[in-house]
C-alpha cells in the first residue's frame, strides 16, 4: 500500500484546519449553507435525508486493518453503528451530526484518510481494479499511476469547480473489472510494440440521464506524459462543459456534441502546455517519481513469492460448502500459492454493500491473520483480502463464515449493485434497500442461484445511476410518479467486462412496475432466460442474442396493479 | 494579493447612458470591454497602459497578439465569477500567466468569497475585488492553511515530486503558529 510522507500527513492535517475553520464560521453564521455546501462537499460531506453523509475516500480502494479499525470506531462512536461501502470504492456513513464533523475528520486524519473530493464537482476519488497488483491477466500494475494521479488532482486549483463531477477510473489488466467506459475518464494501462507502458485514454462516458460510453482519444499517451494530457483534457472541459444546464454539464455532453473537434482542442491544448507554457514540462512524470511510488506497492513484507502451491485436496473430499465458496469467492493470483478472497457483503437482513462496526472490525482481523493487513474495497461493493496464502484457504473459509463473509454469492444474482437509495438520500426518487432484500429473499435458494450463474444486477434509486442500472445485464431504476415509487426495468446492459460485452446501456423493457411487482418481474425475466437458454449461455448471452421483447412479455404477463402498453 | 477596495480603484470603466461607450478615447486608468478595445485597439498609443474587462466565455489564447511584445498595452485583465462555482476564470488566469506570460495585474471580480483565495492565488491572481460582505481577515487566513501542495501552479510551477520536501517540512514545522488553534 502506499505509506503517507510527512508531507502527505500535513496536508491532511492542513486540510482537517482549513475545514475546522470553514464549519466554524458556517455555525457562526458567517458563511450560510449555500456557500458552505461546495465546501464541505469537496470534504465528502453532503446532506442527506435524516443527516449528513460523510463519504470517505479510499484511494483505488486500498484500506488497511488499521484504517477499517479507525472506520469501525467512528461508526460506533459517531454513527449509528455501521457504514456503506460504495461502488467507488469509498465508505459512506449516514448519521454523523455535522458539528462533530471536524472531530470526525481528525479522527480519519490519524489513520492517513480524509473525504477530500469524494463529493463536489471537482475531479473524484480515483477509482481501480479491485485486483490491482495481484491478478494474473495485469499488464502494469495500476497502482502507483492511481497514488500520482490521486496527488496530482487533489486540491488542483484550477480544477476545483468544473461544470460537473469528474470521474477517473484506470486498470492495467485485459480484463476491465473497473468499467472504464462509464467514466468520464477511463484509462487502460498497456505495453506497445517496444514494452514501453503507455495509456490509452477514453473520455466522455457516464451514466445519468443520458448513459454514454466513453470513446477513445488517445490511443496510446506515454505514462510520462499523462498528467499533462489530464490537464489538457479538463481544461478543455472547464473552458467548453455546459453550464447552463445540470443535465448537460458531463463532459459526456461535451464529447459527443463536439466528436473529433474536442479530440483536436485537446491534442491542440496537450501540444501548447508542452511547447509553449512556462515550465510546461514540469508534469512530466521522472522514473524516479514513479520508482518512490511504486516501491511501495511491492509486495507485503513477510510474503513468500516463492512457495510452492499447497496440494489441492481431491474436490469430492470437500464439504459442498466450502468448494462452492472456493468456486465464487475465490480468486486466482498471480503468485500460483496465493489467492484473492472475497468477502460478500450481500447477506440476508443487511443493505448491499453496508457492515456494522462490529463487522468492520471482523473483517479488520481477517485482513490481518490472513492477508497481511490489506483490503480492497470492490467496485461490487464487497470487500476483498488480496494476499491470502493457499493453504489457509480452509482456515479463513471457517473464519469468514463465522463473521458472516463466506456466502458463496460472488458473480451471482443476490451480489447485487445497489445505491442506499430512497431510505437516506435525499436525491433518490425511490427506495433502493426494500427492493433489494426482496429479490435476496425470493432467490435466497443456492441451488437456484448457481443454475442462473453469473449475473450483474445493479439497482439505482434515481437516475444519478450510484446503483450502475444502465450496465446492469438486469438493471433496476426508481422513478417517481406522482409521489410514489416505480421502478423501470432494463436487461442486457454492460460494464465493459469480457463476461458482460463491450459497454453499453440496457434496454428497457416496458412501462415502469410497481415496487411490489419488482421481484415478480425479476424473476419472469430469469425464468425467460433458464427457459430460452441454449447450452452454456449466460443471462447475459441469451438477452443479447434474444433482445428485450421475450422478457418484456414475460415481465408484463406478472403484472397486477400496472399496466403493460403494447409493444 | 491584493484587496481592491472599488472605492479607490485607479481603474475605471468607460460608460454613457446607454452602457459601454462604443469608441473610447485613449487616456490613462481605462477599464475596457473587450468590445471597446476591439474598436480602438489599432489606433490605442502604444505605451499607454489599458485595462480589460473580460468575459470568462473568452479563449484567452485569442488575446494572444494584444500580450505580444516588449512593451504591451495592457496592464489590468479582469477576470469575472458571475456565481463563485463557476471557475472558468481559474483556466483563464492561468493561461495568461503560463502561455503568454502576462506579468500585469490579473484580477478577480464578481462573486468573489474568502475561500477562493487559495485558488485564485495560484492559479495566477494577485488581485481581488471581495464581494461587498466578505471579510479580508477572513480572506488572509484562507491563504495560510497549506504550506504546499501536490501539483505546481502558477506561483510554484514544481510539484511536489520536483522539490525538497523534507527542506519545506521543516521551515513548516518551526513556524509554531500555521496550526495554532486549529485544534490539531
Known sequence: MY???????????????????????????????????ALRLQNGWYVQRHAPMLRVAVPYGELSSRQLHQLARIARGFDRDYGHFTTRQNLQFNWIPLARAAEVMELLAEVDMHGIQTSGNCIRNITSDALAGIAPDEVVDPRPYCEILRQWSTLHPEF???????????????????????????????????GEVGFKVLAGGGMGRTPIVGSVIGEFVPWQQILVYLEAIVRVYNRLGRRDNLYKARIKILVKAEGQAFVDAVNAEFRHILQHDHEGAAHLIPQAELDRVARCFQLPEGLDAQRAPAAAPAPDTLPAAYRRWLERNVHAHRLPAYRAVTLSLKRAGQAPGDATGDQMDRAAELATRFSHGELRVTHDQNLLLPWVRDDELPALWVAAREAGFATPNIGLLTDMIACPGGDFCALANARSIPVATAISERFEDLDRLYDIGDIDLHLSGCINSCGHHHSGHIGILGVDKDGDEWYQITVAGSDGSTLSGAAVPGKVIGPSFAAEEVPDAIEAVIETYRRERRPGERFIDTSRRLGPLPFRAAADAVRRTTAATAV | MRFIDPRHDRWHRVEGEDGPVPHPDPLADRLL??????????????????????????????????????????ALLVLQFPKWTDGRAYSQARVLRVRHRFGGEVRAVGEVLVDMLPLLQRTGFDAVQLRRDQSVEAAVRALGFFAGH??????????AFSRDLLAEAAAVSNDAGLYAGQGI
Open chain 1, 3 to 37: 505509506q503517507y510522507t510527512e508531507f502527505d500527513r500535513q496536508f491532511v492535517r492542513a486540510r482537517a484546519a482549513q475545514f475546522r475553520d470553514q464549519l466554524r464560521r458556517h455555525l457562526d453564521g458567517e458563511l450560510p449553507d449555500e456557500e458552505f455546501k
Open chain 1, 160 to 194: 476545483a469547480f468544473l461544470p460537473r463531477k469528474f470521474k477517473i477510473a484506470v486498470t492495467g489488466a485485459h480484463e476491465d473489472r473497473a468499467a472504464i467506459g462509464w467514466h468520464d475518464i477511463g484509462l487502460q494501462l498497456l505495453k506497445n510494440a517496444q
Open chain 2, 33 to 74: 470591454t473587450l468590445e471597446q478595445w476591439h474598436a480602438v485597439r489599432d489606433t490605442w498609443p502604444r505605451g499607454l497602459a489599458a485595462g480589460l474587462l473580460l468575459p470568462n466565455t473568452l479563449d484567452v489564447d485569442t488575446l494572444a497578439e494584444d500580450l505580444r511584445g516588449p512593451q504591451p498595452r495592457l
Open chain 2, 150 to 159: 501536490y501539483q505546481g501552479d502558477v506561483r510554484q510551477p514544481q510539484p
